[in-house]
Structures are given as structure tokens and as C-alpha cells.
């Protein structure tokens, strides 16, 4: 398993190479952006791990590029816990999955196994549900013929209703699966998130998302 970390704190890319590499991963090691990003270009990685603040170009425009130009290189980036990011950001630019620093190797290796396994499972088929269809393995949903734009947070969501469509799903479900059980934050965040999806899908007659009093949120199929 081929390896690429982009992390300009030596000691830490030393410790990471050291900890991959007693695990029999092959790594290879950039210390700036601008080499990280050249790197995960030059060659092929099974996965990449990047941290978020890098002298050239951050980890985060790395992963906006990387997948822009439609590479799809499992990520996890190494977010400092007082940094200027939220790690929320780091999964809606396209990453797979983070950890604060500091952090423990053994986990790392744990993490980066559980990436390599979802990515060797293959794609995800692609749901659908009246005139919405979403294709999960290229983060992409169309409305009929008209694609939506969406940001990876508002697509993890609706794939979450999508899945249990007709059934009521609670704020606190939606709160643990679509953001992590790590959050913090103000739970009314979903309430944003629905409002923005609906807005997104407008008003339609063989879907739409409903509220449950009390109880939370349902995706409808109507008409069916
Ligand atoms: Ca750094």
C-alpha cells in the first residue's frame, strides 16, 4: 500500500513514516504543498494523508484540486485542533476523513486501513428516488435531467434520507450519522442544512422533504 503524507512538521513526518512504514505501508514524504500536490500528480497513492496547514498551498486547496480534476485518492487530512479550519470544511472539500492533532500512529494506521477497505469495497450504486437520482461514487445528484449543486455536506445528507426514504428520521439520527458523534456544535445546523436542500430541490410534486412534528424529518416519495 502506497502511501503519500504531506506534512511539513518533521518530527511528525518522521514518526508518521516510521509508525506506516512497521506496518508495510511504502511512503513517500512531502514537506510543503506545492511538492504534496506535485507528488499525488507524479504518481499513484493508494491513499493520502495531508495536513491542513502547509507552507506552498494548503491541504485543503491540495484536496479542492485533486478532486476537481476528478481524482478520487481516498484523503484524510491532520487538522491542528486551534487551527483556522473547522474540520467540518475538511469533509465538505472532498476529504474522507480526519483526526485532530495530536494524535496517536497506531490510530492513524487504524484509520487509513478503514479508508483502503471502504475504497477497495468499490462504488456505491447510485439511488434514486421519483426524479432525484444520486451517484454516490462521483458526489453527484441530478434533479431529472438537471444536475444539483451541491456541497458535500448537503449530499451526505440527503443520501442519509434517501437511504431511509418514507421513514421519519430524528434531528439527534441525522446529527450523529451526517456529522459526527464528536459534534459540538448547535444542533439546529440540520435545520440549516434541510432548508438549504429544500431550496435546492424546489417545490415538486413526486418529492419532497417533510417535517414531522416532534419528531424530526422525512424524505418523501410522492406519487408513487
Ligand atoms: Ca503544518
Keep these: 500500500m502506497r502511501v503519500l503524507v504531506v506534512e511539513d512538521e518533521r518530527l511528525l513526518a518522521a514518526a508518521v513514516r516510521r509508525s506506516l512504514e512497521s506496518e508495510g505501508f511504502s511512503v513517500v514524504l512531502a514537506a510543503n504543498g506545492i511538492d504534496g500536490e506535485w507528488q ?7 491513499v493520502i494523508v495531508l495536513d491542513v496547514m502547509l507552507p506552498g ?18 484523503i484524510l487530512f491532520l487538522t491542528a ?16 476523513d480526519f483526526m485532530s492533532k495530536p494524535f496517536s500512529p497506531v490510530v492513524l494506521v487504524a484509520r487509513l486501513r478503514a479508508l483502503l477497505r471502504r475504497a477497495a469495497e468499490g462504488p456505491e450504486p447510485s439511488i434514486s428516488v421519483g426524479s432525484l ?3 454516490p461514487a462521483r458526489q453527484r445528484a441530478w434533479l431529472g435531467e438537471e444536475e444539483l449543486r451541491l456541497t458535500a455536506r448537503e449530499m451526505a445528507l440527503l443520501r442519509y434520507l434517501m437511504h431511509r426514504v418514507d421513514h421519519v428520521v430524528s434531528k439527534t439520527d441525522i446529527l450523529e450519522h451526517v456529522w459526527d458523534q ?17 431550496r435546492k430541490l424546489g417545490s415538486r410534486k413526486d418529492l419532497g422533504i417533510d417535517t414531522v412534528r416532534g419528531l424530526g424529518y422525512r424524505l418523501s416519495g410522492r406519487g408513487r
Design 57 to 74: 498551498l494548503s491541504g485543503y486547496e491540495i484536496c479542492r484540486r485533486l478532486r476537481a480534476s476528478g481524482d478520487t485518492t481516498p
Design 40 to 46: 499525488a500528480r507524479e504518481q499513484t497513492f493508494d
Design 133 to 135: 437520482r444520486v451517484d
Design 81 to 96: 485542533k486551534d487551527g483556522e479550519y473547522d474540520e467540518a470544511d475538511a469533509l465538505d472539500i472532498g476529504g474522507d
Design 182 to 198: 464528536a459534534f459540538e456544535g448547535d444542533a439546529n445546523v440540520v435545520e440549516v442544512y434541510i432548508g438549504r436542500l429544500r
